[in-house]
């Protein structure tokens, strides 16, 4: 299995800006398309962001675009998520995933690893 640890979570105040990094175990990261979820208390896991395998397009849920950046570095098995002008509706727990086979980006059941997750907290 492929393991994923996502760090750079923390709290931070409204209009703030956080980078969150998910490091990939083994050798083959640039064959999978990552992407970043997200769940907060009491509601169901939603789609953030994604990344193709060599980072040539990405897709973004409505609710962040414009405010996240989803990059990835596959010399360093890494990908990222820059978020910026954050707000409390954006606290959750974020998740990296990572897929082989992804036909609809937004779908987490299509995702074969993920990551235990980084808080990140907003406040207002």
């Known amino acids: 299995q492929v393991q994923l640890v996502e760090s750079g979570g923390g709290l931070v105040q409204a209009g703030g800006s956080l980078r969150l990094s998910c490091v990939a175990s083994g050798r083959t990261f640039s064959s999978y398309t990552m992407g970043w979820f997200r769940q907060a208390p009491g509601k169901e896991r939603e789609f953030v962001a994604s990344?193709?395998?060599?980072?040539?397009?990405?897709y973004y849920a409505d609710s962040v675009k414009g405010r996240f950046t989803i990059s990835r570095d596959n010399a360093k098995n890494t990908v990222y998520l820059q978020m910026k002008n954050l707000k409390p509706e954006d606290t959750a727990v974020y998740y990296c995933?990572?897929?082989?086979?992804?036909?609809?980006?937004?779908?987490?059941?299509?995702?074969?690893?993920w990551g235990q997750g980084t808080q990140v907290t907003v406040s207002s």
């Open positions: 990344m193709s395998r060599n980072g040539g397009w990405s």
């Open positions: 995933a990572a897929g082989q086979t992804i036909v609809t980006l937004s779908s987490l059941r299509e995702y074969d690893y």
